[in-house]
């Protein structure tokens, strides 16, 4: 079993529908029904939401997706071991 090297941190409450995640990042990203960015696949944590993740790709398409995010709500972290 491969373990997760990195983290994808999403604040959704703070979201503000733009979809730039989405178009960058389809694979991970999409728009739910009330038009907020949805981290595919990912769990609730506090008040987060977050998907392990274990490949430089997956590292790299996520940062993307971080990087053009305008209120700065997605984070992409090295896991701790």
Same mark, same amino acid.
């Given at each position: 079993?491969? &373990?997760? +090297?990195? %983290?994808?941190?999403?604040? +959704? +409450?703070?979201? #503000? =529908?733009?979809?730039a995640c989405? $178009?960058?990042? !389809? *694979? /991970?990203w999409?728009m739910?029904? *009330?038009? &907020?960015?949805?981290? +595919?696949? =990912?769990?609730?944590?506090?008040?987060? /939401?977050?998907?392990?993740?274990?490949?430089e790709?997956?590292k790299? #398409?996520n940062?993307?997706? $971080?990087?053009?995010? !305008?209120?700065? #709500?997605?984070?992409?972290?090295?896991? %701790?071991?």
């Open positions: 079993m491969v &373990m997760a +090297k990195y %983290k994808v941190l999403h604040f +959704k +409450k703070d979201c #503000i =529908s733009c979809g989405a $178009a960058i990042a !389809p *694979e /991970y999409e739910d029904e *009330e038009g &907020m960015a949805d981290l +595919k696949g =990912s769990k609730k944590v506090d008040d987060h /939401y977050e998907l392990d993740i274990d490949s790709e997956a790299a #398409i940062q993307e997706a $971080a990087d053009v995010c !305008p209120v700065n #709500i997605i984070h992409v972290k090295e896991k %701790k071991s």
